[in-house]
Protein backbone atom coordinates (compact mmCIF):
# COMPACT_ATOMS: atom_id res chain seq x y z
CA UNK A 1 0.00 0.00 0.00
CA UNK A 2 1.84 3.29 -0.77
CA UNK A 3 0.40 6.36 1.00
CA UNK A 4 1.88 9.05 -1.01
CA UNK A 5 3.09 8.68 -4.29
CA UNK A 6 1.36 6.19 -7.17
CA UNK A 7 3.14 3.09 -7.26
CA UNK A 8 5.79 3.76 -10.41
CA UNK A 9 7.12 7.41 -9.09
CA UNK A 10 11.03 6.83 -7.47
CA UNK A 11 11.56 6.19 -4.14
CA UNK A 12 12.05 9.21 -2.03
CA UNK A 13 15.27 9.78 -0.93
CA UNK A 14 15.13 8.41 2.78
CA UNK A 15 17.60 8.30 5.92
CA UNK A 16 19.09 5.14 7.56
CA UNK A 17 16.53 2.45 8.56
CA UNK A 18 15.85 1.85 12.16
CA UNK A 19 13.50 -1.20 13.51
CA UNK A 20 10.89 0.30 15.51
CA UNK A 21 8.98 -1.83 18.26
CA UNK A 22 5.90 -0.25 19.95
CA UNK A 23 3.13 -1.83 22.18
CA UNK A 24 -0.50 -1.16 21.25
CA UNK A 25 -3.77 -1.52 22.80
CA UNK A 26 -7.30 -1.16 20.68
CA UNK A 27 -11.12 -1.34 21.23
CA UNK A 28 -11.96 -3.74 18.57
CA UNK A 29 -15.28 -3.03 17.71
CA UNK A 30 -15.67 -1.24 14.12
CA UNK A 31 -13.09 -3.20 13.18
CA UNK A 32 -12.29 -6.01 10.94
CA UNK A 33 -9.85 -7.49 12.78
CA UNK A 34 -5.73 -6.55 12.82
CA UNK A 35 -4.45 -7.95 9.57
CA UNK A 36 -4.33 -5.04 6.29
CA UNK A 37 -7.26 -6.41 3.99
CA UNK A 38 -8.05 -4.56 1.16
CA UNK A 39 -11.63 -2.69 1.59
CA UNK A 40 -11.84 -3.09 5.32
CA UNK A 41 -10.93 -1.23 7.77
CA UNK A 42 -8.19 -2.96 9.97
CA UNK A 43 -6.33 -1.91 13.00
CA UNK A 44 -2.58 -2.70 11.11
CA UNK A 45 -4.49 -0.62 7.94
CA UNK A 46 -5.17 2.24 10.08
CA UNK A 47 -2.05 2.19 12.20
CA UNK A 48 0.12 1.79 8.84
CA UNK A 49 -1.95 4.93 7.17
CA UNK A 50 -1.09 6.83 10.52
CA UNK A 51 2.62 5.89 11.12
CA UNK A 52 3.25 6.31 7.35
CA UNK A 53 2.09 9.53 7.04
CA UNK A 54 4.15 11.09 9.91
CA UNK A 55 7.60 9.12 9.38
CA UNK A 56 6.22 10.09 4.85
CA UNK A 57 6.94 7.00 3.80
CA UNK A 58 5.10 3.54 3.11
CA UNK A 59 5.92 1.11 6.13
CA UNK A 60 4.89 -2.49 6.61
CA UNK A 61 4.00 -4.09 10.05
CA UNK A 62 4.19 -6.93 11.72
CA UNK A 63 2.10 -8.10 14.87
CA UNK A 64 2.71 -10.46 17.49
CA UNK A 65 -0.99 -11.69 17.41
CA UNK A 66 -3.08 -11.65 13.95
CA UNK A 67 -6.51 -10.70 16.30
CA UNK A 68 -9.83 -11.20 14.79
CA UNK A 69 -12.74 -9.02 13.97
CA UNK A 70 -14.20 -7.58 17.28
CA UNK A 71 -11.07 -8.78 19.36
CA UNK A 72 -9.68 -6.52 21.67
CA UNK A 73 -5.91 -5.52 22.69
CA UNK A 74 -3.73 -4.17 25.59
CA UNK A 75 -0.43 -5.39 25.16
CA UNK A 76 -0.16 -5.94 21.03
CA UNK A 77 3.62 -5.56 19.98
CA UNK A 78 4.09 -4.41 16.54
CA UNK A 79 7.53 -3.80 14.45
CA UNK A 80 8.02 -1.75 11.43
CA UNK A 81 10.79 0.14 9.98
CA UNK A 82 10.95 3.63 9.94
CA UNK A 83 13.81 5.31 7.13
CA UNK A 84 14.02 9.21 8.74
CA UNK A 85 16.47 11.50 9.24
CA UNK A 86 16.69 12.73 12.61
CA UNK A 87 13.83 10.16 13.87
CA UNK A 88 11.99 11.16 16.51
CA UNK A 89 10.61 8.32 17.74
CA UNK A 90 8.71 10.13 20.83
CA UNK A 91 7.14 13.02 18.42
CA UNK A 92 5.78 9.66 16.40
CA UNK A 93 3.76 7.94 19.35
CA UNK A 94 2.19 11.08 20.29
CA UNK A 95 1.50 11.69 16.96
CA UNK A 96 -0.11 8.73 16.16
CA UNK A 97 -1.88 8.90 19.13
CA UNK A 98 -3.43 12.09 17.68
CA UNK A 99 -4.87 10.91 14.94
CA UNK A 100 -6.25 7.30 16.25
CA UNK A 101 -6.65 7.34 20.26
CA UNK A 102 -8.80 6.23 22.11
CA UNK A 103 -9.63 3.71 19.97
CA UNK A 104 -5.98 2.72 18.95
CA UNK A 105 -3.49 3.16 21.24
CA UNK A 106 0.27 3.42 21.38
CA UNK A 107 1.12 2.84 24.61
CA UNK A 108 5.10 2.76 24.18
CA UNK A 109 7.48 2.85 21.12
CA UNK A 110 11.19 3.12 21.28
CA UNK A 111 14.08 1.50 19.03
CA UNK A 112 14.82 -2.49 18.53
CA UNK A 113 17.15 -4.24 18.02
CA UNK A 114 17.34 -4.92 13.84
CA UNK A 115 16.72 -8.37 13.73
CA UNK A 116 13.67 -7.87 16.31
CA UNK A 117 10.53 -8.91 14.73
CA UNK A 118 7.29 -8.51 16.50
CA UNK A 119 5.88 -12.04 15.13
CA UNK A 120 8.88 -14.12 15.28
CA UNK A 121 10.93 -12.95 18.36
CA UNK A 122 7.77 -13.64 20.52
CA UNK A 123 8.52 -16.45 23.23
CA UNK A 124 5.02 -16.32 24.77
CA UNK A 125 1.50 -14.93 23.86
CA UNK A 126 -1.26 -14.55 26.80
CA UNK A 127 -5.18 -13.82 25.75
CA UNK A 128 -7.52 -13.36 28.40
CA UNK A 129 -10.93 -14.01 28.18
CA UNK A 130 -14.02 -12.04 30.04
CA UNK A 131 -17.23 -14.30 30.72
CA UNK A 132 -19.90 -12.28 32.58
CA UNK A 133 -21.73 -14.67 35.13
CA UNK A 134 -24.75 -12.69 36.16
CA UNK A 135 -28.76 -12.60 35.69
CA UNK A 136 -28.75 -9.17 33.67
CA UNK A 137 -25.85 -7.56 31.10
CA UNK A 138 -23.93 -4.80 32.27
CA UNK A 139 -23.54 -1.85 29.83
CA UNK A 140 -19.94 -1.10 30.56
CA UNK A 141 -18.76 -4.45 30.16
CA UNK A 142 -21.08 -5.81 27.52
CA UNK A 143 -19.04 -5.01 24.50
CA UNK A 144 -15.61 -6.53 26.16
CA UNK A 145 -17.33 -9.61 27.69
CA UNK A 146 -19.82 -12.89 26.38
CA UNK A 147 -22.52 -12.02 28.77
CA UNK A 148 -23.93 -15.72 30.05
CA UNK A 149 -26.95 -15.27 32.35
CA UNK A 150 -27.30 -19.25 33.61
CA UNK A 151 -25.28 -20.14 36.65
CA UNK A 152 -21.65 -21.93 35.58
CA UNK A 153 -19.76 -24.04 37.42
CA UNK A 154 -16.45 -22.69 37.37
CA UNK A 155 -15.26 -25.59 39.31
CA UNK A 156 -15.79 -27.80 36.27
CA UNK A 157 -14.58 -25.58 33.85
CA UNK A 158 -11.41 -25.41 35.92
CA UNK A 159 -11.06 -28.71 36.10
CA UNK A 160 -11.58 -29.03 31.99
CA UNK A 161 -8.40 -26.51 31.67
CA UNK A 162 -6.11 -28.96 32.76
CA UNK A 163 -5.89 -31.25 29.75
CA UNK A 164 -4.43 -28.40 27.38
CA UNK A 165 -1.59 -27.57 29.43
CA UNK A 166 1.19 -29.17 27.83
CA UNK A 167 2.00 -29.89 23.98
CA UNK A 168 -0.86 -30.67 21.88
CA UNK A 169 -2.20 -30.75 18.12
CA UNK A 170 -5.15 -28.23 18.47
CA UNK A 171 -7.09 -29.54 15.06
CA UNK A 172 -10.44 -29.62 17.13
CA UNK A 173 -9.74 -26.12 18.29
CA UNK A 174 -8.57 -24.73 14.95
CA UNK A 175 -9.23 -23.38 11.53
CA UNK A 176 -6.68 -24.63 9.60
CA UNK A 177 -4.86 -22.35 8.07
CA UNK A 178 -4.88 -22.73 3.41
CA UNK A 179 -1.35 -22.91 2.90
CA UNK A 180 0.15 -21.42 -0.85
CA UNK A 181 2.16 -24.96 -0.79
CA UNK A 182 0.04 -26.86 0.02
CA UNK A 183 1.24 -28.46 2.44
CA UNK A 184 -0.23 -29.50 5.88
CA UNK A 185 0.19 -26.25 8.68
CA UNK A 186 1.52 -27.83 11.53
CA UNK A 187 -1.26 -27.11 14.61
CA UNK A 188 1.26 -28.68 17.24
CA UNK A 189 1.48 -25.79 20.06
CA UNK A 190 2.74 -25.39 23.87
CA UNK A 191 0.46 -23.96 26.51
CA UNK A 192 2.12 -23.21 29.61
CA UNK A 193 -0.78 -21.81 31.82
CA UNK A 194 -4.85 -21.63 31.11
CA UNK A 195 -6.78 -20.84 34.34
CA UNK A 196 -10.04 -19.00 35.28
CA UNK A 197 -9.66 -16.74 37.77
CA UNK A 198 -12.80 -15.59 39.71
CA UNK A 199 -13.13 -11.42 39.65
CA UNK A 200 -16.26 -11.33 41.48
CA UNK A 201 -19.81 -10.50 40.65
CA UNK A 202 -20.31 -12.64 38.05
CA UNK A 203 -16.80 -11.90 36.25
CA UNK A 204 -15.21 -15.10 35.59
CA UNK A 205 -11.72 -14.14 33.32
CA UNK A 206 -10.05 -16.99 31.63
CA UNK A 207 -6.50 -16.42 31.27
CA UNK A 208 -4.16 -18.55 28.92
CA UNK A 209 -0.99 -18.58 27.77
CA UNK A 210 1.15 -20.62 24.76
CA UNK A 211 4.27 -19.95 23.14
CA UNK A 212 2.23 -19.20 19.90
CA UNK A 213 -1.97 -19.91 18.97
CA UNK A 214 -3.45 -21.05 15.65
CA UNK A 215 -6.31 -19.40 14.26
CA UNK A 216 -9.89 -19.15 16.76
CA UNK A 217 -8.12 -21.79 19.18
CA UNK A 218 -9.00 -19.46 22.14
CA UNK A 219 -12.32 -18.68 21.58
CA UNK A 220 -12.84 -22.34 20.66
CA UNK A 221 -11.29 -23.38 23.92
CA UNK A 222 -13.07 -20.98 25.69
CA UNK A 223 -16.59 -22.23 24.06
CA UNK A 224 -16.16 -25.46 25.06
CA UNK A 225 -15.20 -24.43 28.77
CA UNK A 226 -18.34 -22.66 29.24
CA UNK A 227 -20.14 -26.03 27.38
CA UNK A 228 -18.95 -27.25 30.87
CA UNK A 229 -19.86 -24.99 32.85
CA UNK A 230 -22.98 -25.29 31.65
CA UNK A 231 -23.29 -29.30 32.23
CA UNK A 232 -24.07 -30.10 28.29
CA UNK A 233 -20.71 -31.61 28.51
CA UNK A 234 -18.12 -33.09 30.90
CA UNK A 235 -14.66 -32.46 32.23
CA UNK A 236 -13.65 -35.61 31.20
CA UNK A 237 -14.34 -35.36 27.70
CA UNK A 238 -11.79 -32.76 26.94
CA UNK A 239 -8.63 -34.88 26.98
CA UNK A 240 -10.77 -36.81 24.19
CA UNK A 241 -11.58 -34.13 22.12
CA UNK A 242 -7.81 -32.69 21.85
CA UNK A 243 -6.84 -36.43 21.35
CA UNK A 244 -9.55 -36.61 18.24
CA UNK A 245 -8.05 -33.58 16.02
CA UNK A 246 -12.03 -33.23 15.23
CA UNK A 247 -13.38 -29.35 14.87
CA UNK A 248 -16.93 -31.28 14.83
CA UNK A 249 -16.95 -32.63 18.38
CA UNK A 250 -15.49 -29.53 19.61
CA UNK A 251 -18.14 -26.49 20.57
CA UNK A 252 -19.17 -23.08 18.93
CA UNK A 253 -17.12 -20.25 19.07
CA UNK A 254 -17.15 -17.81 22.39
CA UNK A 255 -18.16 -14.53 20.76
CA UNK A 256 -14.63 -12.42 20.01
CA UNK A 257 -15.87 -9.36 21.97
CA UNK A 258 -14.80 -11.01 25.10
CA UNK A 259 -11.20 -11.95 23.74
CA UNK A 260 -8.33 -9.76 24.74
CA UNK A 261 -4.56 -10.14 23.27
CA UNK A 262 -3.00 -9.35 26.93
CA UNK A 263 0.56 -9.22 26.71
CA UNK A 264 3.40 -10.87 24.45
CA UNK A 265 7.15 -12.25 26.28
CA UNK A 266 10.30 -11.50 24.50
CA UNK A 267 13.65 -12.42 25.78
CA UNK B 1 -45.83 12.03 26.26
CA UNK B 2 -48.60 9.60 25.07
CA UNK B 3 -48.04 6.65 22.98
CA UNK B 4 -50.77 4.40 22.03
CA UNK B 5 -53.73 6.79 21.96
CA UNK B 6 -54.28 10.44 20.68
CA UNK B 7 -54.64 12.92 23.29
CA UNK B 8 -58.30 12.69 23.28
CA UNK B 9 -59.57 8.99 23.21
CA UNK B 10 -61.38 7.41 25.82
CA UNK B 11 -58.99 5.87 28.98
CA UNK B 12 -58.36 2.36 28.36
CA UNK B 13 -60.01 0.08 31.11
CA UNK B 14 -57.02 -0.34 33.22
CA UNK B 15 -56.25 -2.66 36.34
CA UNK B 16 -55.09 -1.79 39.78
CA UNK B 17 -52.24 0.71 40.57
CA UNK B 18 -49.16 -0.97 41.86
CA UNK B 19 -46.22 1.89 42.33
CA UNK B 20 -43.09 0.07 41.05
CA UNK B 21 -39.22 0.65 41.65
CA UNK B 22 -36.37 -0.12 39.36
CA UNK B 23 -32.65 -0.14 40.03
CA UNK B 24 -30.75 0.72 36.65
CA UNK B 25 -27.52 1.14 34.92
CA UNK B 26 -26.62 3.04 31.78
CA UNK B 27 -24.09 3.69 29.64
CA UNK B 28 -24.73 7.60 28.99
CA UNK B 29 -23.38 8.20 25.84
CA UNK B 30 -25.48 9.08 22.63
CA UNK B 31 -28.12 10.03 25.44
CA UNK B 32 -29.04 13.47 26.02
CA UNK B 33 -28.99 13.04 30.04
CA UNK B 34 -32.17 11.29 32.08
CA UNK B 35 -34.98 13.86 31.69
CA UNK B 36 -37.39 12.93 28.98
CA UNK B 37 -37.20 15.78 26.68
CA UNK B 38 -39.14 16.81 22.61
CA UNK B 39 -36.99 15.77 20.25
CA UNK B 40 -34.08 14.26 21.81
CA UNK B 41 -32.59 10.35 23.07
CA UNK B 42 -32.80 10.44 26.74
CA UNK B 43 -32.57 7.63 29.51
CA UNK B 44 -36.04 8.41 30.54
CA UNK B 45 -37.44 8.77 27.34
CA UNK B 46 -36.39 5.27 26.14
CA UNK B 47 -37.07 3.43 29.40
CA UNK B 48 -41.03 5.38 29.41
CA UNK B 49 -41.47 4.21 25.41
CA UNK B 50 -40.54 0.33 26.53
CA UNK B 51 -42.14 0.05 29.96
CA UNK B 52 -45.30 1.93 28.18
CA UNK B 53 -45.03 -1.16 25.18
CA UNK B 54 -45.30 -3.91 27.99
CA UNK B 55 -47.51 -2.72 30.36
CA UNK B 56 -49.60 -1.02 27.17
CA UNK B 57 -50.28 2.16 29.10
CA UNK B 58 -48.35 4.93 29.40
CA UNK B 59 -45.91 5.60 32.32
CA UNK B 60 -44.51 8.70 34.11
CA UNK B 61 -41.26 7.98 35.50
CA UNK B 62 -39.48 9.39 38.06
CA UNK B 63 -35.84 9.38 38.78
CA UNK B 64 -33.81 9.60 41.96
CA UNK B 65 -31.23 12.01 40.19
CA UNK B 66 -31.26 13.71 36.81
CA UNK B 67 -28.27 12.69 35.24
CA UNK B 68 -26.72 15.26 32.51
CA UNK B 69 -25.94 14.45 28.84
CA UNK B 70 -22.90 11.77 28.85
CA UNK B 71 -23.08 11.06 32.41
CA UNK B 72 -23.36 7.18 33.22
CA UNK B 73 -25.40 5.21 36.21
CA UNK B 74 -25.23 2.16 37.85
CA UNK B 75 -27.50 2.35 40.72
CA UNK B 76 -29.79 4.93 39.10
CA UNK B 77 -33.59 3.90 40.89
CA UNK B 78 -36.57 4.93 39.00
CA UNK B 79 -40.31 4.83 40.19
CA UNK B 80 -43.57 4.57 38.46
CA UNK B 81 -47.41 3.36 38.20
CA UNK B 82 -48.37 0.16 36.55
CA UNK B 83 -51.61 -0.11 36.25
CA UNK B 84 -52.05 -4.11 34.91
CA UNK B 85 -54.50 -7.09 35.41
CA UNK B 86 -51.79 -9.72 36.72
CA UNK B 87 -48.91 -7.55 36.86
CA UNK B 88 -45.90 -10.16 35.98
CA UNK B 89 -42.94 -8.01 37.28
CA UNK B 90 -40.57 -10.18 36.32
CA UNK B 91 -41.53 -10.40 32.82
CA UNK B 92 -41.29 -6.82 32.54
CA UNK B 93 -37.91 -6.55 33.84
CA UNK B 94 -36.72 -9.12 31.52
CA UNK B 95 -38.56 -8.17 28.42
CA UNK B 96 -37.19 -3.76 28.83
CA UNK B 97 -33.99 -5.36 28.83
CA UNK B 98 -34.56 -7.52 25.93
CA UNK B 99 -35.37 -4.16 24.03
CA UNK B 100 -32.79 -1.94 25.83
CA UNK B 101 -29.59 -4.13 27.26
CA UNK B 102 -26.89 -3.55 27.00
CA UNK B 103 -26.93 -0.12 26.73
CA UNK B 104 -29.50 0.63 29.15
CA UNK B 105 -30.22 -2.56 31.51
CA UNK B 106 -32.76 -2.68 34.18
CA UNK B 107 -30.93 -4.59 37.36
CA UNK B 108 -33.92 -5.58 39.54
CA UNK B 109 -37.34 -4.39 39.57
CA UNK B 110 -40.24 -5.03 42.05
CA UNK B 111 -43.55 -3.57 43.88
CA UNK B 112 -42.59 -0.53 45.86
CA UNK B 113 -44.80 0.77 49.09
CA UNK B 114 -47.47 3.22 47.67
CA UNK B 115 -46.19 6.16 48.85
CA UNK B 116 -42.31 5.52 47.29
CA UNK B 117 -41.16 8.14 44.85
CA UNK B 118 -37.42 7.51 43.54
CA UNK B 119 -36.20 10.91 43.47
CA UNK B 120 -38.53 11.88 47.33
CA UNK B 121 -37.63 9.12 49.03
CA UNK B 122 -34.21 9.26 48.57
CA UNK B 123 -31.76 9.61 51.78
CA UNK B 124 -27.91 9.74 49.86
CA UNK B 125 -27.20 10.07 46.60
CA UNK B 126 -23.49 8.78 45.72
CA UNK B 127 -21.88 9.48 42.51
CA UNK B 128 -18.17 8.32 41.07
CA UNK B 129 -15.92 10.37 38.89
CA UNK B 130 -12.73 8.68 37.55
CA UNK B 131 -10.06 10.47 36.24
CA UNK B 132 -7.24 8.72 34.57
CA UNK B 133 -4.04 10.10 35.45
CA UNK B 134 -1.84 8.42 32.92
CA UNK B 135 0.45 9.75 29.96
CA UNK B 136 -1.44 7.48 27.35
CA UNK B 137 -5.12 6.98 26.51
CA UNK B 138 -6.70 3.48 27.54
CA UNK B 139 -9.32 2.26 24.65
CA UNK B 140 -11.48 0.93 27.52
CA UNK B 141 -11.81 3.40 29.90
CA UNK B 142 -11.91 6.17 27.73
CA UNK B 143 -15.56 6.76 27.28
CA UNK B 144 -15.98 6.56 31.20
CA UNK B 145 -13.04 9.21 32.48
CA UNK B 146 -11.47 11.90 32.07
CA UNK B 147 -8.19 11.24 31.04
CA UNK B 148 -5.55 13.93 32.24
CA UNK B 149 -1.76 13.23 31.33
CA UNK B 150 -0.28 15.83 33.51
CA UNK B 151 0.60 14.09 36.99
CA UNK B 152 -1.12 15.01 39.96
CA UNK B 153 -0.14 15.85 42.99
CA UNK B 154 -3.02 13.66 44.71
CA UNK B 155 -2.72 14.36 48.22
CA UNK B 156 -3.30 18.33 47.50
CA UNK B 157 -6.31 17.04 45.83
CA UNK B 158 -7.08 14.70 49.00
CA UNK B 159 -6.32 17.88 51.08
CA UNK B 160 -8.72 20.18 49.15
CA UNK B 161 -11.82 17.78 49.91
CA UNK B 162 -12.32 18.48 53.33
CA UNK B 163 -14.29 21.63 52.85
CA UNK B 164 -16.64 20.22 51.21
CA UNK B 165 -18.11 17.79 53.70
CA UNK B 166 -20.72 19.45 56.26
CA UNK B 167 -23.66 21.56 55.12
CA UNK B 168 -22.73 24.28 52.60
CA UNK B 169 -24.58 26.91 50.31
CA UNK B 170 -23.45 25.77 46.49
CA UNK B 171 -23.78 28.20 44.55
CA UNK B 172 -20.37 28.45 43.57
CA UNK B 173 -20.45 24.71 42.36
CA UNK B 174 -24.41 24.74 40.38
CA UNK B 175 -26.46 25.95 37.71
CA UNK B 176 -29.18 28.00 39.41
CA UNK B 177 -32.00 26.32 38.41
CA UNK B 178 -34.73 28.91 37.31
CA UNK B 179 -38.07 28.34 39.32
CA UNK B 180 -41.58 29.15 37.20
CA UNK B 181 -42.83 31.23 40.68
CA UNK B 182 -39.61 33.65 40.57
CA UNK B 183 -38.24 32.72 44.34
CA UNK B 184 -34.77 31.53 44.08
CA UNK B 185 -34.13 27.46 44.28
CA UNK B 186 -31.54 26.83 48.05
CA UNK B 187 -28.76 25.37 46.74
CA UNK B 188 -27.74 24.63 50.65
CA UNK B 189 -26.43 21.18 50.41
CA UNK B 190 -25.18 19.09 52.74
CA UNK B 191 -22.35 16.42 51.91
CA UNK B 192 -21.61 13.70 53.66
CA UNK B 193 -18.59 12.24 52.01
CA UNK B 194 -15.40 13.30 49.79
CA UNK B 195 -13.12 11.52 48.94
CA UNK B 196 -10.50 10.32 46.37
CA UNK B 197 -9.18 6.15 45.67
CA UNK B 198 -6.56 5.41 44.43
CA UNK B 199 -6.76 2.56 42.25
CA UNK B 200 -3.69 1.67 40.77
CA UNK B 201 -2.00 2.47 37.09
CA UNK B 202 -3.49 5.56 37.48
CA UNK B 203 -7.06 5.54 37.80
CA UNK B 204 -7.94 8.19 40.24
CA UNK B 205 -11.39 7.53 41.76
CA UNK B 206 -13.74 10.71 43.18
CA UNK B 207 -16.52 9.34 45.94
CA UNK B 208 -18.71 11.90 47.02
CA UNK B 209 -22.15 11.36 48.73
CA UNK B 210 -24.75 13.90 49.89
CA UNK B 211 -28.27 13.81 50.65
CA UNK B 212 -29.05 15.40 47.41
CA UNK B 213 -26.73 17.21 44.73
CA UNK B 214 -28.18 20.28 42.68
CA UNK B 215 -27.23 20.68 39.19
CA UNK B 216 -23.34 20.25 37.51
CA UNK B 217 -22.38 19.96 41.38
CA UNK B 218 -20.15 17.15 41.11
CA UNK B 219 -18.43 17.83 37.74
CA UNK B 220 -17.70 21.66 39.03
CA UNK B 221 -16.07 20.26 42.01
CA UNK B 222 -14.22 17.49 40.58
CA UNK B 223 -12.70 20.53 38.02
CA UNK B 224 -11.60 22.21 41.29
CA UNK B 225 -10.10 19.39 42.86
CA UNK B 226 -8.22 18.66 39.30
CA UNK B 227 -7.17 22.04 39.06
CA UNK B 228 -5.85 21.77 42.39
CA UNK B 229 -4.23 18.54 41.28
CA UNK B 230 -2.53 20.30 38.64
CA UNK B 231 -1.01 23.12 41.25
CA UNK B 232 -3.49 26.14 39.16
CA UNK B 233 -5.13 25.93 42.70
CA UNK B 234 -4.45 25.70 45.82
CA UNK B 235 -6.00 23.42 48.23
CA UNK B 236 -6.43 26.43 50.46
CA UNK B 237 -8.83 28.06 48.69
CA UNK B 238 -11.57 26.20 48.25
CA UNK B 239 -13.34 27.13 51.89
CA UNK B 240 -12.96 30.58 49.96
CA UNK B 241 -14.43 29.62 46.58
CA UNK B 242 -17.41 27.71 48.73
CA UNK B 243 -17.96 30.58 50.90
CA UNK B 244 -18.32 33.27 47.82
CA UNK B 245 -21.44 31.85 46.38
CA UNK B 246 -19.30 32.60 42.62
CA UNK B 247 -19.78 30.20 40.25
CA UNK B 248 -16.58 32.69 38.33
CA UNK B 249 -14.40 31.72 41.51
CA UNK B 250 -14.53 27.86 40.68
CA UNK B 251 -12.60 25.81 37.68
CA UNK B 252 -14.35 24.26 34.64
CA UNK B 253 -16.57 21.51 34.74
CA UNK B 254 -14.95 18.38 34.16
CA UNK B 255 -16.24 16.29 31.38
CA UNK B 256 -19.10 14.57 31.74
CA UNK B 257 -18.25 11.06 30.36
CA UNK B 258 -16.27 10.65 33.87
CA UNK B 259 -19.26 10.85 36.02
CA UNK B 260 -21.48 7.76 37.35
CA UNK B 261 -24.51 7.81 39.86
CA UNK B 262 -23.28 5.26 41.95
CA UNK B 263 -25.71 4.46 44.30
CA UNK B 264 -29.10 5.70 46.15
CA UNK B 265 -30.00 5.30 49.30
CA UNK B 266 -33.40 4.63 50.66
CA UNK B 267 -34.44 4.36 54.45
Not at 28 to 56: D, Q, W, Y
Not at 167 to 191: I, M, N, Q, Y
Request: glycine residues 10%; contains cysteine.
Amino acid sequence: MTLFEPADAPAPSLGPVTRVRATVAYDGRGFSGFAPNVGVRTVGGVLAEAIGKVLGHQVDITCAGRTDAGVHAWGQVISFDARSEALDLDGLARRVNKMLAPTVVVRDLGEAADDFDARFSARSRRYRYLVLNRPVPDPFLAHMSWHVPQPLDLAAMQLACDPFIGEHDFAAFCRRPKRSDGEEASLVRRVTEATWIDEGDGRLRFEIEAQAFCHQMVRSIVGLLVAVGHGKRRAGEVRGVIASGDRNRAAPLAPGQGLMLWEVGYD
